[in-house]
């Protein structure tokens, strides 16, 4: 889901609307048409994207390859009068866009000392900050550079270039930051470099770049797309880093080669933007990359500091500093944001996501009855979304090991509060799964605690407190665990994700444990569509997909407090909140550790309008809400004191389970560790002294 941009004034002169306050950079790639040893023409053709992207708010804008004469122009590269105008193009660029904010990326081929090299000018306010030769020049196939263009290998140390009145650093060892934002440091690689076992945007990433840049020319050939786009996500992903790349495009000569103008930003292996191909006109693309995600994870990878230790990554670097001076206005968010972080909304990646879901979770389970010598299972089933996921894992589970459903012994286990919904949907769907199915009333056992602790409940007292909900919970997992004992099996747990951040679950004795979790890294919104999955798909036939798809659309709930009529009488989401906002805060305190007043600003822009982007295949049109900042704000603090404050103790005794995707999981011997008295006061500050909750 993709947000426009919005050119309106941030609230009441509060940052919380800047994307660049919260750490954001607008980036802009481009292929403009070219003209063929023509940097006249060029020259007009590149500044009118320039201005473009600072109409946009762009901080940064990369233009291809030798674009201001063109690339494919073979011999003409050595005839004086073109290097001249190119060099006076490049003058007349820096001079025109003094007043733009993008720090400009403009290629070009430029004379030093007798050789000529195949360069990146980087410019930005009327200044020439440094520029970057061409490290690899490929000179096989279709490509003849070397016949051309010195290496920058022969650049010595320190070496520098005087162009349009101004003397600057010469070399691939330049890195760009800027002094007034916190994160960006720029590297710049060309083309081929990229395509090389070790890039020089590796060393310049373990040195600290941030966002490395490639102005390309690339010619199209069928198939090479792919590659391009393979290259740059597995350098940005494996650099920790934002990759922008601007190949050549039209006007380029055809002699003997196409040009598709293929422009991409990628960040840490997400793809961002791209440009169309193919086009006859400037094509730009703009994305507003996170440099504080970027940071962060690379403060938690430890084997990306190692490596830049290692390597010598970490010195002989010219650090050439600037001035950004970023607009401080709402100029709108332009990213990939999904409403369900652990729900892809493309099809395609949905379907992949869930089928390999329920083989991690299965193949974990199987793995552990073999290694624990049982063929058994007992679960308790509720007609609710948790219970319905992990019987699903536990028939399929079977199926892998070879042995029958009836070794699965589900039980529904009716109490005070169990509605006669959620009973006639968990018997609905043991007998078209084909388990072993049967029912304990824990009525009567329930009641007899509630006497023997003086509970006025016992004696018709509706006092529906959490000792009155606790005894339910209790009474289920003691039952579960002695019927193991009796059937010689292996309790399995049903509670999710979401349920462990938020600590709703009954502690010890109840929900929270057992001899397996399946559900334990998987969030309330991935399991419901999970099952959604196995519904649509119908896996386990008509009958099956039917009572799931009613489970679907029951509201989420507990049952442990008695109502008057057939569904459930607590709607769990009323206290905990939409576990839509949850799981979007909890994938991004727990993946990323962003602020709780960014994760605020990226969830206003992804639910803030429930009639734009895009929904996840199948999601019910009825169910497609939106939510205002006041309430994002709201359930955000509930999120927090919870998180951080009042459930860790259960978090710190987890049972066994298996991680299911890389959002994360809350094993205490996994992806996270905290104290279980830590206060929750630093991230509360931060959420409300930054986002408007009225």
Partial sequence: MTQSSRNVTTTAGHGFHSIYAQGYLRCAVSSHPVTPAD?????????????????????????????????????????????????????????????LLPVCLVGAPLRWRGRLFNCAAVLHRGRLLGVVPKTYLPNYREFYEARHFAPSSELPPGAEITLAGQTVPF???????????????????????????????????????????????????????EARHALCRVQSMRC????????????????DLAWDGQGMIYENGALLAEAPRFSRQAETVFADVDLELLS?????????????????????????????????GDIGLRRPLARFPFVPDDPARLDALCGEAFEIQS???????????????????????????????????????????KNVLAYTLPAFATSTATRTAAWRLMRALGVSAAEINLT??????????GHPSAEGVPHYDVTFENVQAGARTSLLFRLANRHDALVLGTGDLSELALGWCTYGVGDHMSHYNVNGSVPKTLIQYLIRWVATREL?????????????????????????????????????????????????????????????????????????????????AGKRVAYDLPTIRRWMDVFLRRFFQTSQFKRSALPNGPKISSGGSLSPRGDWRMPSDSSAEAWLRDLHANVLGD
């Avoid at 009567?444 to 602790?453: G, I, P």
């Fill in 39 to 99: 940097p006249e023409a060029n020259l007009a053709a590149a500044l009118k994207v320039a201005r473009k992207a600072d109409a946009e708010g762009a901080g940064l804008l990369v233009l291809p390859e030798l674009g201001l004469t063109g690339y494919a122009i073979d011999d003409l590269l050595h005839q004086q009068v073109l290097l001249d105008a190119a060099e006076a193009a490049l003058e007349a660029f820096s001079a025109a866009t003094a007043t």
């Fill in 171 to 225: 070399g691939t060892d330049l890195l760009f930051r800027a002094e007034d934002m916190a994160g960006l440091t720029l590297a710049v690689e060309i083309c081929e470099d990229v395509w090389v076992p070790i890039p020089p945007s590796s060393r310049a990433a373990m040195a600290g770049a941030t966002v490395l840049t490639n102005l390309s020319a690339s010619n199209a050939i069928v198939g090479k797309t």
């Fill in 240 to 255: 920790n880093a934002a990759y922008l790349y601007s190949a050549a495009g039209w006007g380029e000569s055809t002699t």
């Fill in 296 to 328: 962060a994870e690379r403060m938690r990878n430890g084997s990306f500091a190692r490596c830049a230790e290692e390597t010598g990554a970490l010195s002989g670097w010219r650090e050439l500093p600037f001035r950004l001076d970023p607009p401080s």
């Fill in 363 to 405: 193949q974990g389970l199987a793995r552990r009855l073999e290694a624990a010598g049982l063929e058994k299972v007992v679960i308790g089933v509720s007609g609710g979304l948790d219970s319905s996921q992990a019987l699903l894992v536990a028939v399929h589970a079977m199926h892998r090991l070879g042995l029958p459903r």
């Fill in 444 to 453: 009567e056992a329930s009641r007899q605690m509630l006497r023997d602790v």
């Fill in 540 to 620: 386990h036939g008509p009958e099956a997909s039917a009572v799931l798809r009613d489970i679907l659309a029951t509201e989420i709930s507990p049952e442990l407090v008695p109502g008057d009529g057939d569904g459930p009488a607590q709607a769990t989401e009323d206290s905990v909140g939409p576990y839509a906002l949850q799981d979007f805060t909890l994938y991004h305190i727990s993946r990323f550790g962003l602020r709780p007043s960014k994760i605020a600003l990226l969830a206003w822009h992804a639910w803030k309008d429930a009639e734009a982007g895009d929904w996840p295949p199948h999601f019910p």
